[in-house]
């Protein structure tokens, strides 16, 4: 007999059956199916399937699929908002375990909010953004609160920082006994809430239409054009004649630079692997420091994610688009990229071990990409500067600041050769 899968933490019930909970297992059939295989790739009859009923009674419950991601991506937010009312305290620790009890029993949340509600329609986008930025509101008053000193704008923007740390492990898959997991997220939370922010405000004087001396390639006119429109309406939302018309080329003329839209999405994400690697080449031959080189690949990478966010948003939700050559170099490349930076980390703080490193370092990209991605927080002086304590106190490389993890007696086995 074949066993029964949990999805998304509950045991679907045997075919045929009608538990009173139905309607919490196809949200959780379908938030587990989205996360694995991406929107696009999942039908309507693959989560009945999952929760052990017919199609027809599925549309019963949700009259689309559309109609289902929308809930889904709604109960995700909903389950970080209540878990900030449930702490019902103004001390940050209990507030950061609460939270962090969510994001490690649903890790999909993270990647739900980004990767998948872009392909709400408009309106249901408002709706999640409302949802979301209601729960920054929380934080940032939890920040206010205890920290006074601080002006409204510098507390929205740890706020923000704090948030991408602790849904941070739904962007990758390292693992920690739960306990152990739950304390260095939290640490790594109250290291970012206590970073020392830069003065923030908007740039003076910036047009939303700004821009440099355009490039005359139309092969680079039409990469421009598909990493924007990819970014924002996901690789299955957008036809390559869409990508012409926004590059100003004209239907089959596109097919002289590019034989199809799959080669447009791997020329992008190829593209920005090249940069992070070349970047990062740059940094680590500058120096025999490995301090100097982290803190010159930390200042790096948060430059590349503010000018180039639609590439950093393609290499962290499209590359389960590419045909599956190119998908497997790029991932691989990623995980290369990441490693390096684990590597440099565990050089400074061998106590740590190969995951704790590498859970730190995906806390602080994961901070500074979404930062980038949104735009009222990436156009305004200071982010940089901010971005970069967050960066340093989550990696626990800021005095007195979350370099406690990982530390103390029998440690030593997290050596430096433990973090390759």
């Not at 679907?12 to 009608?18: E, L, S, V």
């Not at 559309?66 to 900030?84: D, I, K, P, T």
């Not at 999640?128 to 205890?146: P, S």
Request: charged letters at 20%.
């Amino acid at each position: 007999m074949a066993a029964v899968r949990k999805v998304g933490g509950v045991v679907p019930p045997p075919r045929g059956t009608r538990p009173r909970n139905r309607r919490e297992l196809i949200l959780a059939a379908a938030a587990d199916l989205f996360y694995r295989r991406g929107y696009a790739d999942v039908a309507m009859s693959d989560i009945a399937e999952a929760v052990g009923m017919g199609p027809s009674a599925l549309y019963r419950h949700f009259k689309s699929k559309q109609q289902l991601l929308m809930h889904v991506v709604l109960a995700g937010v909903a389950s970080v908002r209540e878990a900030l009312a449930r702490s019902g305290v103004d001390d940050p620790e209990t507030v950061l375990n609460a939270v962090v009890a969510v994001t490690l029993e649903h890790r999909e949340v993270g990647v739900l909010w980004q990767r998948e509600g872009r392909l709400l329609p408009a309106e249901e986008r408002t709706a999640v953004r409302r949802e979301v930025r209601a729960v920054t509101a929380v934080v940032t008053g939890l920040i206010r609160a205890g920290r006074p000193e601080l002006d409204s704008a510098q507390s929205e923007l740890l706020a923000w920082c704090g948030l991408g740390v602790l849904l941070s492990p739904s962007f990758h898959q390292v693992e920690l006994p739960r306990q152990e997991y739950v304390r260095l997220l939290v640490r790594l939370g109250q290291a970012t809430l206590t970073a020392s922010p830069a003065a923030v405000a908007p740039f003076a004087n910036r047009s939303p239409t700004a821009a440099g001396i355009v490039l005359g390639s139309r092969r680079e006119a039409l990469l421009a054009a598909a990493a924007r429109m990819f970014a924002a309406h996901g690789y299955a939302g957008v036809a390559i004649e869409d990508i012409g018309a926004a590059a100003g080329i004209a239907g089959p003329s596109v097919y002289n630079h590019f034989d199809s839209k799959a080669e447009l999405l791997s020329a992008a994400v190829t593209r920005g692997i090249e940069w992070l690697l070349l970047d990062m080449t740059r940094a680590l031959a500058g120096t025999q420091d490995h301090e100097v080189a982290l803190r010159v690949l930390l200042r790096s990478y948060i430059r590349f994610a503010a000018e180039h966010h639609d590439l950093v948003c393609l290499l962290l939700t499209e590359v389960s688009h590419l045909p599956e050559s190119a998908r497997h170099r790029a991932r691989q490349a990623q995980l290369e990229y990441v490693a390096e930076w684990t590597r440099l980390l565990c050089a400074l703080r061998p106590e740590y071990g190969a995951a704790e490193g590498r859970i730190r370092v995906q806390a602080a990209l994961t901070a500074i990409n979404d930062v980038a991605r949104t735009r009222h927080l990436r156009d305004t002086t200071g982010v940089a500067e901010t971005l970069e304590s967050v960066g340093w106190a989550v990696m626990g490389l800021a005095a007195g600041v979350g370099a406690a993890a990982g530390s103390g007696p029998g440690s030593a086995a997290g050596s430096v050769s433990g973090c390759n």
